[in-house]
């Protein structure tokens, strides 16, 4: 039994609490609200999570230094909006060598950077490393089948994130490409947006499958130019995610982007949804990662249209059936 904690009380934090404890683990988790910590504790019920039972062993605090000492595990679970901000407050709690598994998804817009190079950053004194993949928390919650992958920038330190995390319903990948792993993560929400808004139209299934295809193009394209692997886009944290959040409608970012797609603002989608929408937030990123490496990102480009500048969802639509006639090539050095 290791000590772990869990900074983040969302879906998925509270979902990787019960999936931590259930491997034999003494977990406490964080959460910056009293009142859901005061919910969660005395009901060990998670409203976004209906019919799931959080064990009486899993600890809720509001106090980050009990939350981070002398803890074998740290995982980040906070939305991507608020990553460094907590790992400022955290990082006089943490000790040289401490592992932490980031799990949220996303690029900070001003500096490009990826969470957990974000995390590094205010934490030069930790190991980090990542945990990604095609993994709704109501599915995982409930103990259906589910594949993730373990990112480190050493196969002993993915293979321990592997070994806390593995599971009989919960399977876990190695990968040393961490960045092509948080690459695939953000920027599949941005697409799974577009493919959102599609729906809201009454597209249909080509247009769906349109969208995921010419999507891993555009996000390997630029993820390989960044460093990426190309091999990992074709996995779990690519393809594999790219497909869950386009498909189903535990995917905010396709929720809100279906209510985009019927008249609704950025902002009255979000509102509805009552989650953070990370594809929102990754968008102008995403396109700044294009300009600076000089990847066209035709989809990307829409999306950003329709969330900042008026444009119709429409309109973004034909604009994309009507560019330059061009050749399928998957030629990662082919940037059309």
């Given amino acids: 039994m290791a000590n772990v904690s869990v900074i983040g009380t969302g879906t998925w934090g509270t979902t990787l609490a019960i999936l931590l404890h259930e491997n034999g683990h003494h977990v406490v988790a964080w959460s910056a609200i009293p009142e859901e910590v005061k919910m969660l504790s005395e009901q060990r019920k998670?409203?976004?999570?209906?019919g799931?039972?959080?064990?009486?062993?899993?600890?809720?605090?509001?106090?980050?230094?009990?939350?981070?000492?002398?803890?074998?595990?740290?995982v980040m679970a906070v939305p991507s909006i608020f990553t460094r901000v907590t790992s400022?407050?955290?990082?006089?709690?943490?000790?040289?060598?401490?592992?932490?598994?980031?799990?949220?998804?996303?690029?900070?817009?001003?500096?490009?950077m990826t969470l957990s190079e974000q995390i590094e950053q205010e934490i030069p004194q930790a190991n980090v490393a990542v945990l990604s993949g095609p993994s709704h928390a109501e599915e995982v919650s409930k103990g259906m089948p589910t594949t993730c992958v373990a990112g480190a920038k050493t196969m002993e330190?993915?293979?321990?994130?592997q070994n806390f995390f593995m599971a009989p319903t919960f399977r876990v990948y190695t990968s040393l490409d961490v960045l092509g792993i948080e690459l695939g993560g953000s920027l599949k929400n941005v697409i799974a947006l577009a493919a959102g808004i599609a729906d809201g139209l009454g597209c249909g299934d080509n247009a769906k499958a349109a969208l995921i295809t010419r999507g891993i193009v555009e996000i390997a394209r630029l993820g390989c130019e960044m460093g990426g692997k190309f091999e990992t886009f074709c996995?779990?944290?690519?393809?594999?995610?790219?497909?869950?959040?386009?498909?189903?409608?535990?995917?905010?970012n396709r929720r809100a982007g279906i209510l985009i797609g019927k008249g609704y603002t950025m902002q009255e989608a979000m509102d509805e949804v009552h989650m953070v929408v990370e594809g929102v937030y990754s968008a102008k990123a995403a396109l700044k990662l294009g300009e600076k490496y000089h990847v066209t990102l035709p989809i990307i480009q829409e999306v950003n249209e329709v969330l900042f500048h008026n444009r119709s969802a429409r309109e973004a639509v034909f604009d994309l059936m009507l560019r330059e006639r061009t050749t399928e090539s998957f030629s990662l050095h082919l940037n059309k």
Avoid: W, Y
Wanted: proline share 4%.
């Fill in 46 to 50: 998670h409203e976004s999570l209906p």
């Fill in 52 to 74: 799931v039972h959080i064990p009486e062993g899993i600890q809720f605090t509001e106090n980050l230094e009990e939350a981070c000492k002398e803890k074998e595990l740290i």
């Fill in 88 to 112: 400022k407050k955290i990082a006089g709690f943490i000790p040289a060598g401490q592992l932490i598994v980031n799990v949220a998804k996303g690029i900070e817009e001003d500096t490009l």
């Fill in 157 to 161: 330190m993915a293979e321990t994130v």
């Fill in 235 to 252: 996995g779990l944290s690519g393809i594999g995610d790219l497909i869950v959040t386009c498909a189903s409608m535990h995917s905010r």
